[in-house]
Structure formats: C-alpha cells, structure tokens
C-alpha cells in the first residue's frame, strides 16, 4: 500500500553501502523506512534527507513486520536559513531527538509543534539580531518547545496552585515528580521540592500559554531571562528526563554553543 504524507526528517543512519534508513514525524506517527540508494546517488532522495525541509513522501508499507519503502520525496518548504546559523541548526538537531522519543502517540499536535517551532526559528533568523540576543532567543524557545512537548504528552506542568493541596498562595515550590507548583506547607511531604521564584512561575507561564511564534517578541521574557533561565532549563531538563527515562546528547553540545 503507497501512502502520501506530509513529514519531517528526524534521523537516518546508513543502511548497508548506499541506502539509509530514516524516521519522519508525519501528521499521526513516526515512520521508518527504507531509502534505497540514497547514499549513492544524490537524486534518490539525499539531497532532500539532509535538509532542514518539510517534505511530501511516497510510503510503500509491506506489513506490521517489514520496514517501509520510501519510493518519493519532495520538498515542500527548505528552511535554509537555519541551515545557515549554528546555533538554529543545533536547536533543531535537539528537537529532533527530542520528537524521537516522545512523538509516538499517534497525536498530530507533534507534527504542528514542529512546524510551528521551525518557523518561529526561521523568523528569529530573519530579524538578524547580534548573537547574544540571538541566542537568548533560541534559549527560550527550546524551553517553550519543551513545556508544550510536554502539554501534548499529557503532562503538562501545573502552574495555577499547589498540585497536592490546591493553595494557590506560597507556591514558590516545584516538584518534577509532582508535575507542578508545591506550596511551603506541602513542600515537607515532597522528596524532590525544587525552590523558584514568582519570575520563574512568569516565566514558565509565558512559554506555555504564548505562541512560539509570539515568543520572540514578548519584552516581558527578555526582561527576566537572566534571573530565571537557570531554574527553569533545569526543571525542563528534569523534566523531560522524568518523561522519557532517557538523557538526550544533543542537549549538551547545544547548552554548550549557547
């Protein structure tokens, strides 16, 4: 059976000497398949699979058991932009690996969360700001990226009140294990009570609640970055780890250059 679908590359590794095996996040599923000759000649595919695109693929699907066949792509949007930059090209190598492990629901809400995050990306680069500012930016949108990750999976954080007794006063507390915001009264009970700020509620609030696209122009977040980026990339990192029992690698290198 051929099926037609929308898709982003997630990864590919070799697969003997001249095809390669590659994941898609499409609108329902991640996809394996394989991609005969692709190392060998760039038009059967190569070109399209190492490039930061929204592509339209051609499926051939034998059984349950059996790989699928990748029979044709095309690029529907190349986002060369992000190609270009280090910082975005890295960002989106981390939201690859990111989608690997979480995308397998069947929930189409992964799918326009990557379409969403790229070109909020794109849109950053496009604006050309200095590196540092650049970089802030990019911080915060993988933080956002992750805190919707994590909303499409079916745990996102609670942010309103405390999560064990309902007080919506003193919860300058957070549990990863608990989901959300513990007061200082519940905070005895809880093994694993994270201290934040009221600027570290604000700004895990802004993330969840405004667009990726939004993002990038909300002076609110560029006001209390410094103060609170360090809390909340470690309650995301936890997190994300509690989610998928797994360490990410390409978090470190992107950490690193940022």
Same mark, same amino acid.
């Given at each position: 059976?051929?099926?037609?679908?929308?898709?982003?590359?997630?990864?590919?590794?070799?697969?003997?000497?001249?095809?390669?095996?590659?994941?898609?996040? *499409?609108?329902?599923?991640?996809?394996?398949?394989?991609?005969?000759?692709?190392? !060998?000649?760039?038009?059967?595919?190569?070109?399209?699979?190492?490039?930061?695109? !929204?592509?339209?693929?051609?499926?051939?699907?034998?059984?349950?058991?059996?790989?699928?066949?990748?029979?044709?792509?095309?690029?529907?949007?190349?986002?060369?932009?992000?190609?270009?930059?280090?910082?975005?090209?890295?960002?989106?190598?981390?939201?690859?690996?990111?989608?690997?492990?979480?995308?397998?629901?069947?929930?189409?809400?992964?799918?326009?969360?990557?379409?969403? *995050?790229?070109?909020?990306?794109?849109?950053?680069?496009?604006?050309?700001?200095?590196?540092?500012?650049?970089?802030?930016?990019i911080d915060i949108l993988i933080r956002?990226?992750?805190?919707?990750?994590?909303?499409?999976?079916?745990?996102?954080?609670?942010?309103?009140?405390?999560?064990?007794?309902?007080?919506?006063?003193? *919860?300058?507390?957070?549990?990863?294990?608990?989901?959300?915001?513990?007061?200082?009264?519940? !905070?005895?009970?809880?093994?694993?009570?994270?201290?934040?700020?009221?600027?570290?509620?604000?700004?895990?609030?802004?993330?969840?609640?405004?667009?990726?696209?939004?993002?990038?122009?909300?002076?609110?977040?560029?006001?209390?970055?410094?103060?609170?980026?360090?809390?909340?990339?470690?309650?995301?990192e936890k997190s994300i780890f509690n989610?998928?029992?797994?360490?990410?690698?390409?978090?470190?290198?992107?950490?690193?250059?940022?």
């Amino acid at each position: 059976m051929i099926k037609n679908t929308n898709a982003f590359i997630l990864s590919y590794n070799q697969y003997k000497n001249s095809s390669i095996i590659a994941s898609f996040l *499409t609108d329902n599923s991640i996809i394996q398949a394989i991609c005969y000759r692709a190392k !060998k000649n760039s038009k059967s595919f190569g070109s399209d699979l190492e490039s930061i695109s !929204k592509l339209n693929i051609n499926i051939y699907k034998k059984n349950e058991n059996h790989l699928s066949i990748l029979k044709e792509s095309s690029i529907i949007k190349n986002y060369k932009i992000l190609e270009k930059s280090i910082y975005s090209s890295l960002a989106v190598f981390y939201i690859r690996e990111i989608f690997l492990h979480c995308a397998k629901d069947f929930d189409n809400r992964y799918f326009i969360l990557m379409e969403k *995050t790229l070109d909020a990306l794109e849109s950053l680069e496009e604006n050309n700001y200095d590196d540092k500012i650049k970089k802030m930016y990019i911080d915060i949108l993988i933080r956002a990226f992750e805190i919707k990750t994590l909303h499409i999976a079916g745990i996102s954080p609670n942010l309103d009140k405390c999560i064990i007794c309902g007080n919506s006063d003193n *919860t300058l507390f957070y549990s990863i294990l608990e989901g959300g915001l513990i007061c200082s009264k519940c !905070k005895n009970i809880i093994k694993d009570s994270i201290k934040i700020t009221e600027n570290d509620k604000l700004f895990m609030r802004i993330i969840k609640y405004t667009s990726l696209i939004d993002i990038i122009k909300n002076e609110d977040l560029k006001n209390i970055y410094n103060n609170s980026i360090n809390n909340v990339k470690n309650i995301m990192e936890k997190s994300i780890f509690n989610h998928i029992n797994k360490t990410v690698k390409s978090r470190k290198v992107l950490e690193e250059i940022l």
